[in-house]
């Protein structure tokens, strides 16, 4: 039997998108395939690694888990909605100029739960920060340089 089509109405990157897809598909899966959104990753599938990170009403959630249905009426941010204007978001600056990764594939669920913190919380501890960012896997191993990178973006953000 074929899964059943509900209209979905969801804000994602500051566009309103009315998707008519089966509310149990993943977000991640629906901003990938369906929206071409691919700055969003697919590591574990499992909400485990943090690859798949995006802001929902900019909280830091993990979008492999989480039905699109759970994010109907509300506000979706991804990397790629990040940047405005062609500059880059303080995050996402401080991460280049901290050298916070080598082959990438973390980066934007890190950014992504970077934001989510500094919006929540503009001055953290290097504790918060290890918190906050403590269950994102990074197979290259940069967390010291990713640390530095959100304390960096913390003073800029402040500035």
């Not at 566009?15 to 969003?40: A, N, P, Y």
């Not at 979008?63 to 994010?71: D, G, I, R």
């Amino acid at each position: 039997m074929p899964a059943s089509s509900d209209l979905i109405v969801v804000r994602v990157n500051g566009v309103e998108r009315r998707l008519r897809i089966d509310g149990s598909t993943s977000l991640l899966t629906v901003l990938r395939i369906d929206l071409g959104l691919t700055g969003t990753k697919y590591g574990c599938g499992a909400g485990e690694c943090g690859a798949c990170t995006v802001l929902v009403d900019d909280q830091a959630l993990r979008s492999c888990v989480l039905p699109v249905s759970h994010v109907a009426g509300r506000s979706v941010t991804t990397i790629e909605g990040l940047t405005k204007d062609s500059r880059l978001h303080p995050v996402q600056q401080a991460f280049l100029d901290a050298q916070a990764f080598q082959c990438g594939y973390c980066t934007p669920g890190m950014i992504m739960e970077a934001v989510g913190l500094l919006k929540r919380n503009p001055d953290p501890t290097e504790i918060e920060i290890r918190d906050a960012l403590g269950d994102h896997l990074c197979r290259c191993g940069a967390y010291h340089r990713i640390i530095r990178a959100v304390q960096l973006a913390a003073v800029a953000m402040g500035e």
